[in-house]
């Protein structure tokens, strides 16, 4: 629960938080942090997949009440990260050299390089405290650790909107970002210190033999991690290197609330993914295939809910929350919704490659995608603009997820790939003709122009569908998980 809450009061002060910067910021200035902030996120790249492998052996070794061996892990972690954060803050120094010969503008030159410094040097600092990984999840502290990152987004919003305001720039927004992760980095370390006592730490304890089972474990994590982080990424480098910096601001306003969106159905439904590790593990693959095509359909019908609310309301939202002249962010916006949900109805099959040790061929079909990604957005910028990196985007996304990742997903647990394709029309039907007639009385009877009107309509819209879904979408035996997971008497009657 108190990550779900962590999930809505970090999108809330964005909502609010982004307006906020691009009024006072301008278009020019908020694409340039955008770009920058990109760049940060590119940097933990640097991470190697590493931080995966951490939670995973010091997990272990919780598990086997083995504290030396959690430490000789935790330890050998710091010492690479240690050396990666010295990486950084040297790729940083010539990233932040590099940047002024990109930039046209004189006046700018000086400000963009303190500010590539500042956000690069930040996220150094971050990396050795990933080397306590996994001691705060083993040691079930999400609640801790999501009440530290909820009281840092409220500090660092605070702040922003202070020295915004005030007149003080986007170095000052740099300097807040910057105060606020190192505090949130030595609450955090505080934490795993008083849920692990036993905490040493010392250079005699890290481990060359460890070092390589680490590096062994996290290979295919680190591809995934590149795949993730470029496909988040890219895009902005695409729009500010071929158009400008200020048409990054409506891509990023698209963007934003697509991922508004696959943040919260994500918080909706990652509680089932580790079902499928135990089936797997017993070779129950009859109750596998079940549950598989039953979380399936629940997140298909989640998509098209979501996806259908953004697409009816999403045009007369971003005019009441940005101002008419963004009108371009909204096809932005619609055409990513269609591959990120998408890749939201058939994550389970990403479960479930994980669960069969395939997790490869993700990783491999990642790349591919990404590398699609790149090639069509570079192309098609050139002719359609934001429009033609959305399409770049989605595309891959859309054909790859659609028809190659099933092929290869079923055929790893061994469910025929038209029983994945037919559970799915089910559940398409249900939603997508009352979301049609909804949309048709709309548009012919309805125009909401207020926040409130919005939210009254999409709430009539939500209701409508997910009774149409309830009662059609699913089978008897799913309809039976689903009221054990449905928590009142008033909402399990309606299934």
């Given at each position: 629960m108190?990550?779900v809450s962590?999930?809505?009061?970090s999108?809330?002060?964005?909502?609010?938080?982004?307006p906020f910067?691009?009024?006072e910021l301008?278009?020019?200035?908020?694409?340039?942090?955008?770009?920058?902030?990109?760049?940060?996120a590119?940097?933990h790249?640097?991470?190697?997949?590493?931080a995966?492998?951490?939670?995973?052996?010091?997990?272990?070794?919780f598990g086997?009440?083995?504290?030396?061996?959690?430490?000789?892990t935790?330890?050998?972690?710091l010492?690479?990260y240690s050396v990666?954060?010295?990486?950084?803050?040297?790729?940083?120094i010539g990233a932040?050299?590099?940047?002024?010969v990109f930039?046209?503008d004189?006046?700018s030159?000086?400000?963009?390089?303190i500010?590539?410094?500042?956000?690069?040097v930040s996220v150094?600092l971050?990396?050795?405290?990933?080397?306590?990984a996994g001691?705060?999840?083993?040691?079930?502290?999400f609640?801790?650790?999501?009440?530290?990152r909820i009281?840092m987004?409220?500090i660092g919003?605070?702040?922003?909107w202070?020295?915004i305001?005030?007149?003080?720039?986007?170095?000052?927004?740099?300097?807040?970002t910057?105060?606020?992760?190192?505090?949130?980095?030595?609450?955090?370390f505080?934490?795993?210190?008083a849920?692990f006592p036993?905490?040493r730490?010392?250079?005699?304890?890290a481990?060359?033999?460890n070092?390589?089972?680490l590096?062994?474990y996290?290979?295919w994590?680190f591809?995934?991690a590149i795949a993730?982080?470029?496909r988040n990424n890219v895009?902005n480098?695409?729009v500010?290197?071929?158009?400008?910096?200020?048409?990054?601001?409506?891509?990023?306003?698209?963007?934003?609330?697509?991922?508004?969106?696959?943040?919260f159905?994500?918080?909706a439904?990652?509680?089932?993914?580790?079902i499928f590790?135990g089936?797997h593990?017993?070779?129950?693959?009859?109750?596998l295939?079940?549950?598989?095509l039953f979380?399936?359909r629940?997140?298909l019908?989640?998509a098209?809910?979501a996806g259908?609310?953004?697409?009816?309301?999403?045009q007369?939202?971003?005019?009441?929350?940005?101002?008419?002249t963004?009108?371009?962010?909204y096809?932005?916006?619609?055409?990513l919704?269609?591959?990120?949900?998408?890749?939201?109805?058939?994550?389970?099959?990403?479960s479930?490659?994980?669960?069969?040790?395939k997790h490869?061929?993700?990783?491999k079909?990642?790349?591919?995608?990404?590398a699609l990604?790149?090639?069509?957005?570079?192309?098609?910028?050139?002719y359609?603009?934001?429009i033609?990196?959305?399409?770049g985007?989605?595309?891959?996304?859309?054909?790859?997820?659609?028809?190659v990742?099933?092929?290869?997903?079923?055929n790893s647990?061994?469910?025929?790939?038209?029983n994945?394709?037919?559970c799915m029309v089910?559940?398409i039907l249900?939603v997508?003709?009352?979301?049609i007639?909804?949309f048709?009385?709309m548009?012919?009877?309805?125009?909401p122009d207020?926040?409130?009107?919005?939210a009254i309509?999409?709430?009539g819209?939500?209701a409508l569908?997910?009774?149409?879904?309830?009662?059609l979408?699913?089978?008897?035996?799913?309809?039976?998980?689903?009221?054990?997971i449905?928590p009142?008497?008033?909402?399990?009657?309606l299934i």
């Amino acid at each position: 629960m108190t990550r779900v809450s962590q999930t809505f009061v970090s999108i809330v002060v964005a909502f609010f938080m982004m307006p906020f910067l691009i009024h006072e910021l301008g278009d020019y200035w908020y694409g340039i942090w955008t770009v920058v902030g990109s760049l940060a996120a590119a940097y933990h790249l640097f991470d190697m997949g590493m931080a995966s492998a951490v939670t995973r052996y010091v997990s272990q070794s919780f598990g086997l009440k083995d504290d030396h061996q959690a430490n000789v892990t935790i330890n050998t972690a710091l010492l690479i990260y240690s050396v990666i954060a010295l990486v950084i803050v040297l790729v940083s120094i010539g990233a932040s050299y590099g940047a002024r010969v990109f930039i046209d503008d004189p006046d700018s030159k000086d400000i963009i390089q303190i500010l590539v410094l500042i956000i690069g040097v930040s996220v150094a600092l971050e990396f050795p405290f990933n080397a306590l990984a996994g001691v705060a999840s083993a040691k079930l502290k999400f609640h801790q650790v999501a009440l530290t990152r909820i009281a840092m987004t409220l500090i660092g919003a605070a702040l922003t909107w202070w020295f915004i305001s005030q007149g003080y720039g986007i170095i000052a927004l740099a300097v807040i970002t910057f105060c606020t992760a190192r505090l949130s980095n030595l609450l955090y370390f505080f934490i795993c210190r008083a849920a692990f006592p036993a905490l040493r730490i010392s250079r005699r304890l890290a481990s060359r033999a460890n070092a390589k089972e680490l590096f062994q474990y996290s290979a295919w994590s680190f591809v995934i991690a590149i795949a993730y982080q470029m496909r988040n990424n890219v895009d902005n480098f695409v729009v500010a290197g071929f158009l400008s910096a200020a048409s990054v601001t409506p891509y990023a306003i698209g963007l934003r609330l697509v991922d508004y969106v696959a943040q919260f159905l994500s918080q909706a439904t990652n509680m089932f993914v580790p079902i499928f590790t135990g089936y797997h593990a017993r070779e129950d693959n009859t109750e596998l295939h079940n549950k598989l095509l039953f979380i399936t359909r629940l997140n298909l019908v989640l998509a098209l809910i979501a996806g259908g609310g953004l697409v009816i309301f999403g045009q007369v939202f971003i005019n009441r929350w940005m101002g008419p002249t963004y009108t371009e962010a909204y096809w932005v916006m619609v055409i990513l919704l269609v591959g990120r949900m998408i890749g939201f109805a058939n994550h389970p099959l990403n479960s479930a490659m994980y669960a069969a040790n395939k997790h490869s061929i993700v990783a491999k079909i990642d790349v591919i995608e990404v590398a699609l990604n790149l090639a069509l957005s570079l192309v098609l910028v050139q002719y359609l603009g934001l429009i033609g990196v959305a399409l770049g985007t989605m595309i891959p996304l859309l054909l790859l997820r659609l028809f190659v990742l099933p092929y290869f997903a079923c055929n790893s647990i061994g469910l025929p790939t038209v029983n994945y394709y037919r559970c799915m029309v089910r559940p398409i039907l249900a939603v997508s003709l009352p979301l049609i007639g909804y949309f048709a009385w709309m548009k012919n009877h309805v125009q909401p122009d207020t926040y409130s009107n919005i939210a009254i309509y999409g709430l009539g819209m939500s209701a409508l569908t997910a009774l149409c879904a309830l009662k059609l979408g699913f089978s008897k035996e799913e309809k039976c998980e689903l009221r054990k997971i449905i928590p009142t008497r008033q909402l399990k009657a309606l299934i």
